[in-house]
């Protein structure tokens, strides 16, 4: 264990104030950066070409490798094992997202 973890008056530097700034900065044109981006990914023919069927697995190779989570519900597997008991995701209601052609969209 590090020293400086054992400091009994705290973090030997505080927060520098223009992080602060910057935060908010980021946090206020995200939304609109983040919506940028997915008006060029998702209408980009090279890259929705370049990416067409990528990810593609069978049922099968789920099974024998012992694949879970998005890769077998790539394959259309309809049962969700977050939903048995896993942590607090019976609790949540959300749509379980299934596929048939891996992550690229359904065709």
Not at 5 to 23: A, D, F, K, N, W
Request: a positive charge; glycine letters at 8%.
């Amino acid at each position: 264990m590090h020293s400086g973890i054992l400091r009994t008056s705290g973090y030997i530097h505080s927060l520098p104030l223009y992080l602060i700034e910057e935060v908010v900065v980021l946090i206020t044109d995200l939304p609109l950066k983040l919506q940028e981006i997915h008006n060029v990914v998702s209408r980009n023919r090279i890259w929705l070409t370049r990416l067409a069927s990528v990810g593609i697995t069978s049922k099968k190779i789920c099974e024998v490798y012992g694949l879970g989570g998005v890769l077998i519900r790539a394959t259309d597997f309809k049962k969700d094992l977050r939903l048995t008991g896993y942590e607090i995701y019976s609790k949540i209601e959300f749509n379980v997202v299934n596929g048939k052609f891996g992550d690229s969209m359904d065709r």
